[in-house]
Structures are given as C-alpha cells and as structure tokens.
C-alpha cells in the first residue's frame, strides 16, 4: 500500500542553521511527492512539489527532489528563519488508488533567534 | 481566488448535541475532502467525494458522523451526537485533476470542542 514516514520531532534550531527533514515513501505506483507547511492556528499550505523521480520541487528558499531509488523526497533549506517554524508534512498521492493523499505525521520545526 | 472556506472557525458544544461544519470549495474544484487533526491521530482522512458523490467514507469514525455534497459549491460535515473525544480541528480541502497530479487546497479548519 501507500505510505509516507518522516522523521519524528520536535526540531530545534538557531537562526541560519541549514535543515533538513527527512521524508520516505512506499507507493503501489508512480506517485507525486509534496511537502505541505502548517504555521500556528493555519491549514496546511502546498510549500513544493514533485511529480515525477529526479523532479526538484522548490519554494521560498526549501528545495526536495524525488528520489526513487532511494524512496525519499528530503526537504531541506539551507539557512532557516525565525517565520519558518512551523509544522511540516510530507504527502504522497498517487493516481492508481483513486487520489487519495497519504500525509505522514508531521514535524515539527522551532526556529530560535 | 478566495480559497476553501469553512465555517465556522471555533465551535464549542456541549457533549450529545448536533454539530454541523460547513465547507465551500474552490470554484471548479472537483474533489472535495474532509480531516480531522488530533495530536493524538495527527491528520486522518474521513471521507472524499469526487463531482459530489462520496467515493471513501472509511475514515468516518462512527455512524455519529455523516457528511453531504448536496452541489458543487457546498459541503457539510454533521456529528451527531458529539461527544467529547470529537474535540480536534477538522479540515476541508479541494483538489482539481491536472494531468497526472492534482495539489490538495485546503481551509482554514474548525476547530471544535466538545465539553
């Protein structure tokens, strides 16, 4: 079946620091990858995407790319900001199994001063 | 765009009373979804119609919980009757087929508690 599993949080970390959050996937056919951003008392928001392997997503300085050899759809950000603690989720959605998306749990991201 | 609207922001209930969530998508819009987020369960699909008509109601936790898509601009998500572990924030959220991908919209939440 499909699935997608990230790694646990909470994440901690200064002002300027490089992050990454790492995100693997288990899909039945050729899905697309997306990582979501939810900030305090919001919806989730589409931060990137990715819909087919060796894709690069990017946006607002986060990047992913679709690795299908490795399963894996790393969100990373080279210098992170106070604005960008949130929480993030990976998702998967996948055509052969009528549109559904498969989020993982979620992480969450603090970013301090 | 306005978005996918939800209504209302904040419930708050009494435990056996009826609750009702209302959802607009995003004009165009073909799928519609509903969610529940807990920091228990994190977020779970309920039910999702595709052009109005329910395609997966398996995440409906009980029969206490039953959503409609009488048009394509309108939704409801009805608890009845509610109890306290529905306390959580439900989302609604559309999605439009575009070749072979589609990107998931969604609103604001309700967040309800159930005393």
């Known amino acids: 079946g499909n699935s997608v599993t990230q790694m646990e949080g909470p994440v901690t970390l200064s002002e300027e620091a490089f992050l990454t959050i790492n995100c693997t996937y288990t899909?039945?056919?050729?899905?697309?990858l997306f990582w979501y951003v939810q900030y305090p008392g919001e919806g989730l928001q589409l931060l990137l995407k990715?819909?087919?392997?060796?894709d690069k997503g990017s946006n607002k300085g986060f990047e992913a790319t679709y690795r299908k050899e490795t399963t894996s759809f790393h969100l990373e950000k080279g210098s992170v900001q106070v604005s960008d603690s949130a929480v993030y989720f990976c998702?998967?959605?996948?055509?052969?199994?009528?549109?559904?998306?498969?989020f993982g749990t979620g992480t969450s991201l603090t970013v301090i001063p | 765009d306005a978005g996918v609207i939800q209504s209302p922001r904040h419930e708050v209930t009494e435990m056996g009373q009826e609750v009702t969530l209302r959802c607009k998508p995003i004009?165009?819009?073909?799928?519609l979804f509903w969610y529940r987020q807990t920091m228990m369960r994190g977020l779970e699909l309920l039910i999702y119609?595709?052009?109005?008509?329910?395609?997966?109601d398996s995440g409906m936790p009980e029969d206490r919980f039953s959503a409609k898509m009488p048009n394509a601009s309108f939704s409801t998500l009805k608890i009845q009757p509610s109890e306290p572990r529905d306390s959580a924030v439900y989302f609604c959220?559309?999605?439009?087929?575009?070749?072979?991908?589609?990107?998931?919209?969604f609103g604001p939440g309700t967040r309800l508690t159930v005393l």
């Open positions: 959220a559309s999605s439009l087929v575009w070749g072979s991908y589609y990107t998931q919209y």
């Open positions: 899909a039945t056919g050729y899905p697309s």
């Open positions: 990715a819909t087919k392997a060796d």
């Open positions: 998702a998967l959605s996948d055509r052969n199994t009528g549109n559904q998306f498969y």
């Open positions: 004009s165009g819009h073909d799928y």
């Open positions: 119609f595709n052009n109005n008509v329910p395609i997966d």
